[in-house]
């Protein structure tokens, strides 16, 4: 099952992740730093959000790993995506999913009870394609 983390928009609105039982989650760890994470945001716009987005069973959250609000906003814009990119200042989010010091470029997918049932680490094409498949499979 997946840790019930408090997500945090940039405009201070707090959910957990259990508001969004019912639906497909794919939770994107990220961060402005992080070079693995800008190849493949723009993949994840184009692929997975603009295909899903008007979806009502999916969510795609993108969390901002150890950023200021500031820095969040200002790298969603540079990276012109239009999913939600949220706030997870301390790590503590991220650290829910992987280990202390663990790299920062990870998807994980969520199903509608709850359950981790797909996780990404880099970008890799193959990987890639396999969790969009995935996502397409749970939202039929």
Request: proline residues 3%; contains cysteine.
């Amino acid at each position: 099952m997946a840790p019930d983390i408090t997500i945090t928009y940039t405009d201070g609105t707090q959910k957990k992740l259990s508001d969004f039982r019912g639906k497909i989650v794919m939770l994107q760890f990220t961060a402005s730093w992080c070079g693995v994470c800008r190849e493949e945001m723009p993949h994840i716009e184009k692929e997975i959000w603009q295909k899903h987005r008007n979806h009502s069973d999916f969510a795609l959250i993108g969390i901002d790993l150890k950023e200021s609000r500031e820095q969040t906003i200002k790298f969603a814009k540079e990276m012109k995506i239009t999913y939600p990119l949220t706030l997870d200042p301390e790590g503590k989010a991220f650290y829910s999913f992987a280990a202390e010091g663990a790299g920062v470029t990870r998807n994980i997918l969520i199903d509608k009870k709850g359950k981790i049932v797909f996780m990404t680490r880099l970008f890799d094409t193959q990987e890639f394609n396999a969790l969009c498949q995935e996502i397409d499979k749970l939202l039929k």
